[in-house]
């Protein structure tokens, strides 16, 4: 009969071990002595207590950990925004995101309707919604701002960006800047424009 | 021999008690995580410290455990105990933390409570002086065969448990078992 393995001693500790192969242990001194040895050693190591904090430290125990969790959650939720206050990066991020909404607006004002055929229709008159006169037009029918997705990260962004950072990075309006970018508009953006403008003029409370 | 040899596994009523309150707290409540802590921190607490010996690693260690289980509770799927799932997240932070930094040397707690009871001062100070060879001994132990004597002796897991929670076989756990002990003998030589 073979020796008890390792395994098998410590099913003879916890006395799983089945019988016949216990039975070894009878004619067996090396095993015994294997055995003997484990089952001593494991007696010394269950009496070795550990001490027992005070009362006062398992109240503090949780307690930290409850802080500790607050603080985890609180940088986690904030995470996404930990990038704003690096005032560098902010300005470039929005001023970024502010070039592609005006980009994506002016794309958006003359973007032609484009036909089944794949060549893209000009406006026609009909396509033009006249002003009533003397109705409450908002300067928006028709963008819906609010809407656009684009436009809610970018105020979200602009909201944490201070004037004056604004200002010293060149991303506040200059004196010239409207009529810099009336400049660039085309002849159909232009009147677009007048139209807009006109509309907002008349608005009552305007 | 003072061991549970086969562990009985988790019952129908701790399992559906551990489900209840770990979906208590991932639909929110604050309170729940609280009792969570408070049923399981003596426990996690005394793995960590015969882990790594002193009262201020072993409080960094459960804390740190506590703060692990909080984040990955989506992660508890019920297949083991809440307390087999929180001792495999402590074991980790310990194995983790042991494998950075040289253990500290166990100090005398001050927060540590006197045994009042009616023996010889020089008994209780031989069992004091043996108990810390024996901590100390633990210490010396290859990792996982720490792990194992830890989780086997003091909080009397099952191998299965503990074959899961070190990403062993049952056979492997229980050699591991065995060599910790036997190495351990030759410590406390």
């Keep these: 009969m073979t020796h008890l393995t390792d395994v098998e001693i410590v099913d003879f500790l916890e006395d799983t071990l089945p019988p016949p192969r216990a039975a070894h242990l009878e004619n067996c001194e090396s095993c015994r002595r294997r055995t003997s040895d484990a089952r001593d050693t494991l007696t010394r190591a269950i009496e070795a207590d550990i001490p027992e904090p005070s009362p006062l430290f398992w109240d503090r125990f949780s307690e930290q950990v409850r802080d500790e969790i607050g603080e985890t959650t609180a940088s986690a939720s904030a995470g996404w925004r930990q990038w704003l206050d690096h005032a560098g990066l902010r300005w470039a991020v929005s001023g970024a995101i502010i070039v592609a909404l005006i980009a994506g607006a002016a794309w958006r004002v003359t973007a032609p309707t484009v036909q089944h055929t794949g060549v893209p229709a000009q406006p026609s008159a009909r396509d033009v919604k006249p002003v009533p006169s003397g109705a409450d037009v908002s300067i928006d029918d028709g963008l819906n701002a609010d809407a656009d997705p684009a436009w809610a990260v970018v105020r979200t962004l602009a909201d944490e960006v ?45 | 021999m003072g061991l549970d040899a086969k562990g009985d596994g988790i019952s129908s009523s701790t399992a559906a008690d551990d489900r209840a309150i770990v979906d208590a707290c991932l639909a929110g409540d604050s309170t729940a995580f609280d009792v969570i802590v408070e049923r399981h921190r003596r426990q ?128 492997a756990a229980k050699a591991n078992f065995f060599h910790a002990l036997a190495n351990l003998k030759k410590l406390l030589r």
Aim: glycine fraction near 6%; aromatic fraction near 6%.
């Design chain 1, 162 to 206: 201070p004037w004056s950072d604004s200002v010293e990075v060149g991303l506040a309006a200059r004196p010239d800047a409207a009529e810099r970018v009336a400049d660039t508009l085309t002849s159909d953006e232009r009147s677009e424009l007048l139209r807009l403008l006109r509309a907002e003029i008349k608005r009552p409370g305007a």
């Design chain 2, 44 to 171: 996690v607490y005394q793995l960590c410290f015969r882990y790594v010996g002193n009262h201020e690693d072993a409080s960094d260690l459960a804390q740190d455990a506590f703060v692990r289980a909080f984040k990955g509770l989506k992660g508890f799927k019920g297949q083991s105990s809440l307390s087999t799932w929180l001792y495999r997240i402590a074991v980790n932070v310990c194995l983790n933390r042991v494998a950075l930094k040289t253990p500290r040397a166990e100090a005398l707690d001050p927060a540590e409570r006197i045994d009042t009871r009616a023996e010889r001062p020089d008994v209780t100070l031989l069992r004091a002086e043996r108990a810390g060879e024996v901590r100390a001994a633990i210490r010396d132990l290859p990792p996982k065969q720490r792990a194992t004597l830890i989780l086997r002796v003091y909080h009397e897991l099952p191998h299965e448990e503990i074959a899961a929670i070190l990403g062993s076989s049952v056979g």
